[in-house]
T-cell receptor, first 111, second 115 residues
Framework: SQQGEEDPQALSIQEGENATMNCSYK?????LQWYRQNSGRGLVHLIL?????REKHSGRLRVTLDTSKKSSSLLITASRAADTASYFC???????????FGQGTRLTINP | DAGVTQSPTHLIKTRGQQVTLRCSPI?????VSWYQQVLGQGPQFIFQ???????GRGNFPDRFSARQFPNYSSELNVNALLLGDSALYLC??????????????FGNGTRLTVT
């Protein structure tokens, strides 16, 4: 079963705009991770935020975590066509490295 | 260094048949996990192996089994295939099975189609 919900399920924006994706989860966690998946390929790790952290940055990525609301958001700034992919959040509530993924947000960047 | 490699990349099987999928982890990684990703869904955890021992199992029937070899490579076996087993099967590796706060490294998966 899936851990939680990602919102929106699909997002289409123009190149250069910012993209925001949200993730909610149900149980207490040790960390929350975001992964990217290009069509039909494997997942690539983007960023990991620990439960005692509130915000983390990596290049054009910004992740926030609100454990009181059991939610996280991923912001991609100045989007590029190469950012077109599906984005998944994952939590480790079942144990170290037994990740529970959301259903993903399909992001399309229009040139 | 090579990443996680999986074989074959694509596979077509008939209902009732058996299938074996293979995974080679990143050099030095001793933990291998398997995930099933049905089209349009997020991956679901199937198994985790470390030092040839099963360290975790997801909510999958006994038709699914796996093993890990001394060189840390792994095989996932699925017996009596059903149409619903059609999915992308992903393998992921990591240094240890019990290390929190470290990411997984995924292969590109095996696309299994059951007809």
């Amino acid at each position: 079963s899936q851990q939680g919900e990602e919102d929106p399920q699909a997002l289409s924006i123009q190149e250069g705009e910012n993209a925001t994706m949200n993730c909610s989860y149900k149980t207490s966690i040790n960390n929350l991770q975001w992964y990217r998946q290009n069509s039909g390929r494997g997942l690539v790790h983007l960023i990991l935020i620990r439960s005692n952290e509130r915000e983390k940055h990596s290049g054009r990525l910004r992740v926030t975590l609100d454990t009181s609301k059991k939610s996280s958001s991923l912001l991609i700034t100045a989007s590029r066509a190469a950012d077109t992919a599906s984005y998944f959040c994952a939590t480790d509530d079942q144990g170290a490295q037994k990740l529970v993924f959301g259903q993903g947000t399909r992001l399309t960047i229009n040139p | 260094d090579a990443g996680v490699t999986q074989s074959p990349t694509h596979l077509i099987k008939t209902r009732g048949q058996q299938v074996t999928l293979r995974c080679s982890p990143i050099s030095g990684h001793k933990s291998v996990s398997w995930y099933q990703q049905v089209l349009g869904q997020g991956p679901q955890f199937i198994f985790q192996y470390y030092e040839k021992e099963e360290r975790g199992r997801g909510n999958f029937p006994d038709r699914f089994s796996a093993r890990q070899f001394p060189n840390y490579s792994s095989e996932l076996n699925v017996n009596a295939l059903l149409l619903g087993d059609s999915a992308l099967y992903l393998c992921a590796s990591s240094l240890r099975w019990d290390r929190r706060n470290s990411p997984l490294h995924f292969g590109n998966g095996t696309r299994l189609t059951v007809t």
